[in-house]
């Protein structure tokens, strides 16, 4: 079985433009999560979604970030326009039952780099 | 405030020797305490995953035990082996089952030959 997919795996762009990151999580997992990880710290929520539905979007900065899951399977997140601060990597996980006890499935991440 | 720490912020050890690493937290209401392991350039991995009423956990040569009442948790590994070298993240889930989770830093292992 397919684990977590995203793409692409490194990005490299310079600040003001748009970037966009894709994952595709294991199949028949309801619950997909964003999260934002800087270098020597552990990942930060960004964007929580139960099949469709965006459940916690709190820390999503929405000036510039947004999401979508339209099908209720893979999802994108885009950056409009990055800052050099963007400059992190980018990790997708699902599971199956939404947060509760349910074992989270990561990605190997998107790393972003803003020139 | 919500917070996990844990220490020591990085770790070298030789092959074949034991390590412990330490998690506190201060998060209320406290769902549950996960491990991950996260090898370089990967996403995490989960380890364990307690529960309140649980206080030790087993994953092969990881073992993470859990005390409520001190909110601490550590995870102690056995016979290390080089791919045991990787970021050890504690995290914790509060809020109920639905609740977000709080990770922590991490500990940065390295084991060598």
């Known amino acids: 079985e397919a684990g977590v997919v995203q793409s692409p795996r490194y990005k490299i762009i310079e600040k003001k433009q748009p970037v966009a990151f894709w994952c595709n999580p294991i199949?028949?997992?309801?619950?997909l999560y964003w999260y934002l990880q800087n270098l020597g710290q552990g990942p930060e929520l960004l964007i929580r979604?139960?099949?469709?539905?965006?459940?916690?979007d709190s820390q999503l900065p929405k000036d510039r970030f947004s999401a979508e899951r339209l099908k209720g399977v893979d999802s994108t997140l885009k950056i409009q326009p990055a800052e050099l601060g963007d400059s992190a990597v980018y990790l997708c996980?699902?599971?199956?039952?939404?947060?509760?006890?349910?074992?989270?499935?990561f990605g190997a991440g998107t790393r972003l780099s803003v020139l | 405030k919500n917070q996990v720490e844990q220490s020591p912020q990085s770790l070298i050890i030789l092959e074949g020797k034991n390590c412990t690493l330490q998690?506190?937290?201060?998060?209320?209401?406290?769902?549950?305490l996960r491990w991950y392991k996260q090898d370089t350039g990967r996403g995490p991995v989960s380890l364990t995953i307690?529960?309140?009423?649980?206080n030790t956990k087993s994953n092969g040569r990881y073992t993470a035990t859990l005390d409520a009442d001190t909110k601490q948790s550590s995870l102690h590994i056995t016979a290390s082996q080089l791919s045991d070298s990787a970021s050890y993240i504690c995290?914790?889930?509060?809020?109920?089952?639905?609740?977000?989770?709080?990770f922590g830093k991490g500990t940065k292992l390295s084991v060598k030959p």
């Open positions: 307690m529960t309140f009423s649980e």
């Open positions: 998690c506190n937290y201060t998060v209320s209401p406290f769902s549950n």
């Open positions: 199949s028949g997992h309801n619950t």
């Open positions: 979604y139960e099949n469709e539905e965006a459940v916690d």
């Open positions: 996980a699902s599971s199956l039952d939404g947060a509760g006890q349910g074992i989270q499935y």
């Open positions: 995290v914790v889930q509060y809020g109920g089952s639905q609740g977000n989770l709080i």
